[in-house]
């Protein structure tokens, strides 16, 4: 993407510049469109659950820029010579359902046939321009927050061996159910210098993303990072994800941990999550503040997890 031309539109406010969540385009001096599209594989066997999941996941690239989904569309591959037809209508109406919980609508979609399903959405939301959230513009001083717990990746991988209790899996589907309504909502009235949404790169790669972007360093305290219940016991027992050797290959170059800890402890940090969690840099004076109204909005999961200092050598991202 860093090799494509330019766009030269002073309207387009972001663009794929540096790899934001969605692109924001302004419409007048008080609204600018948020436009995003997503489509994963079903992480479950539930199709109604799988749409849930793929509309949180998808919807969240809007929150993910400070914005408000206002509509979707339904983006859809279907075997429909393998599977019947009920499963289509039951990912479509888990979808709805969030749709629904985000104050957006379903306008329409776009289905065609595929050996394997896979589902999603396009998404338009609004902002107004002087108060759109960026993966870039993360300043010294700050403090990173980090809304929902990590460890989807790994604790799916490990239930299709039997490893995961019920009690893990259900905390798990909860926490990529969640939209990331309730965190914007929480924040919109805090200074937030730099956001982004914590997906299939992992918390690693998203953070190397608005640290290289900031031309800053962020500085995370691994033992403050909220995971899932039972998510690093399963990185100790020996599993892993097919993703997380290309999250690391991302960002080693660049990153440092603390030499005391197990390289299969650091793994959790490579983790691709799905329907993830915003990591938001924001002034060290409200990160307080800012955690109350996290927790207030239900979220209890927020963490501060490090602080954004200015770039020391090679290093964008330290773990300690």
């Not at 603390?258 to 002034?283: C, K, W």
């Amino acid at each position: 993407m860093r090799s494509l031309p330019r766009n030269k539109d002073p309207n387009l406010l972001v663009g794929f510049e540096t790899n934001d969540d969605a692109g924001v385009y302004r419409l007048t001096a008080d609204l600018a469109l948020v436009t995003t599209a997503d489509i994963i594989t079903p992480p479950v066997d539930d199709p109604y659950l799988f749409g849930q999941i793929a509309a949180a996941n998808a919807i969240s690239d809007i929150y993910a820029m400070g914005g408000r989904p206002v509509t979707c569309i339904n983006l859809a591959a279907f075997p429909s010579g393998k599977l019947p037809a009920k499963d289509l209508h039951q990912i479509v109406a888990g979808a709805l359902s969030k749709i629904t919980e985000a104050g957006a609508v379903l306008a329409g979609g776009h289905t065609i046939e595929d050996d394997e399903p896979k589902f999603g959405l396009a998404v338009t939301g609004v902002v107004h321009p002087d108060k759109i959230w960026r993966n870039a513009g993360a300043q010294p001083g700050d403090a990173l927050i980090l809304t929902k717990p990590i460890g989807s990746g790994v604790l799916f991988n490990a239930n299709l061996k039997g490893w995961v209790s019920p009690d893990s899996l259900q905390a798990c589907l909860a926490a990529l159910t969640e939209l990331n309504r309730g965190a914007v909502e929480a924040l919109e009235r805090f200074d937030v210098h730099a956001g982004t949404d914590v997906t299939g790169f992992g918390l690693a790669g998203h953070a190397f993303e608005m640290a290289r972007g900031s031309a800053v360093t962020l500085e995370i305290t691994f033992d403050q990072i909220p995971t899932m219940t039972d998510a690093l016991k399963m990185y100790r027992k020996g599993m892993s994800t097919g993703v997380n050797k290309h999250n690391r290959a991302l960002v080693e170059a660049q990153s440092r941990f603390d030499p005391a800890m197990s390289t299969r402890r650091r793994e959790i940090v490579f983790d691709p999550q799905t329907s993830g969690g915003l990591l938001v840099a924001l002034p060290q004076s409200q990160a307080d503040a800012a955690l109350k109204a996290l927790h207030a909005q239900g979220l209890g999961a927020a963490r501060m997890i490090g602080t954004v200092t200015a770039v020391a050598g090679d290093d964008l991202l330290v773990f300690k």
